[in-house]
């Protein structure tokens, strides 16, 4: 192809036709074309085909990236957190044991039934367990020596094991208990304690424990309430409690409600279910970890509360 009209056709496609003027010779003028030219505006050209082609792209990616990263979050949160939360088995003997050894007596799972499940977390690398009191309450309150606790746990290691959980402290009137179990040989990982007095309304929250037996189970949800009042197991009232629609089902009582950062905000205790139906209503209620703080102490050191020493 001849070198004009070579140059023709590259203006051709960059040019509109109005832009070609006619002289009277009838000989064609047109605008002038260097090849630096237009290889610049060739390139602009093709960038800005490129950056209408991936901008309607952009947000999507970043909403996808936000996602993922908020789910891997969630995912990280419950690896860390769940070692320390326990699972509680209530048990009644069908028959008092030959042997005064507790290890062989809460291994006889066939001379036993279950009356019950609940959860616990760690709070200290020396076996402490903190859980409610209704999950021990018939432990709590047996005259007959059939009842035992059976407590199942995970070291730092993630091996399970269990041992019997021994009552050290109560204090129904906060629904709250202290089991002691025999951890020599195991390391143990307790919870991280966080504050309650700075929640808000919207914030997000998850709760670990065992509905139903079902052991490490993670629920999310946020705070929708602060500063309720739910009734105790002595009859009075516990104040302050935390309002959650994180499921809270049977088995997951004493269990940890966890924030964002994987510390403890609060012990889930009770839920408002459709009368006969022990289901969720969603609208579910923890123990503040400010009151849990300021009563564990004492229950390990002298076993009841204080307000009962004085």
């Not at 010779?25 to 605008?31: A, D």
Request: neutral net charge.
């Amino acid at each position: 192809m001849p070198k004009n009209m070579a140059l023709f056709s590259l203006q051709n496609n960059l040019f509109p036709l109005s832009m070609l003027t006619t002289t009277p010779s009838s000989t064609r003028t047109f605008p002038s074309v260097t090849k630096r030219g237009a290889i610049i505006f060739g390139s602009t050209f093709l960038l800005a085909s490129s950056l209408n082609f991936s901008t309607p792209l952009a947000p999507a990616q970043h909403l996808q990236d936000e996602l993922q990263q908020e789910e891997d979050h969630v995912v990280h949160l419950f690896q860390e957190t769940s070692p320390s939360v326990v699972f509680i088995k209530d048990l009644e003997l069908t028959k008092l044991p030959k042997t005064s050894s507790n290890e062989v007596m809460v291994n006889e799972d066939e001379d036993a039934k279950v009356e019950g499940t609940g959860s616990g977390f760690i709070w200290d690398k020396f076996g402490h367990i903190v859980t409610n009191y209704h999950v021990v309450a018939k432990l709590a309150t047996d005259k007959s020596g059939l009842q035992r606790c059976k407590v199942f746990l995970v070291d730092g290691k993630g091996n399970s094991f269990y041992r019997e959980g021994k009552i050290v402290g109560l204090d129904p009137s906060y629904d709250l208990a202290v089991l002691k179990v025999d951890v020599d040989g195991y390391e143990i990982k307790p919870v991280v304690l966080g504050q309650s007095n700075n929640l808000r309304v919207g914030q997000s929250c998850f709760a670990i424990g065992n509905p139903y037996g079902y052991e490490n189970t993670l629920t999310t949800g946020v705070v929708s309430g602060l500063g309720r009042e739910i009734p105790s197991p002595n009859g009075g009232v516990i104040r302050g409690a935390i309002q959650t629609d994180a499921a809270i089902n049977a088995g997951n009582s004493g269990g940890p409600l966890i924030d964002s950062y994987g510390h403890v905000i609060g012990v889930n205790t009770a839920t408002f279910t459709k009368k006969g139906t022990g289901v969720s209503s969603g609208v579910n209620f923890a123990i503040p970890i400010d009151t849990v703080i300021r009563t564990i102490p004492y229950l390990i050191v002298y076993g009841t509360p204080y307000s009962n020493r004085f």
